[in-house]
């Protein structure tokens, strides 16, 4: 049974971090690609970043510079570096992973990030 149980979200004040952890069992962790997504009130979950097996990274253009995904194959961990976080970036945090196209996808049950002052 796959399970991905994310941790590390809280309220933060405008300009400050938090680091999201997913640990996932049940796949084999190292050959699937991994992802974080987020869903605001009112509003579609949109793709945040994703990693590859080989660790290629991908971000949407409104974290860019600011948010770093990265992944421990030995822990079977996948993270979210969260840095200068904006009012905007409140959300339902979610993390995901698939083998590659067209296989099962799994998503864990989200963090809240709320980012206010």
């Known amino acids: 049974q796959v399970q991905l149980v994310e941790s590390g979200g809280g309220l933060v004040q405008p300009g400050g971090s938090l680091r999201l952890s997913c640990a996932a069992s049940?796949?084999?962790?190292?050959?699937?690609?991994m992802a974080w997504y987020r869903q605001a009130p009112g509003k579609q979950r949109e793709l945040v970043a994703d990693?590859?097996?080989?660790?290629?990274?991908n971000y949407t253009d409104s974290v860019k510079g600011r948010f770093t995904i990265s992944r421990d194959n030995v822990k079977g961990t996948v993270y979210l570096q969260m840095n200068s976080l904006k009012p905007e970036d409140t959300a339902v945090y979610y993390c995901?992973?698939?083998?590659?196209?067209?296989?099962?996808?799994?998503w864990g049950q989200g963090t809240q990030v709320t980012v206010s002052s």
């Open positions: 995901w992973t698939s083998r590659r196209l067209g296989y099962p996808e799994y």
């Open positions: 049940g796949i084999i962790f190292s050959i699937n690609a």
């Open positions: 990693i590859t097996s080989g660790g290629i990274t």
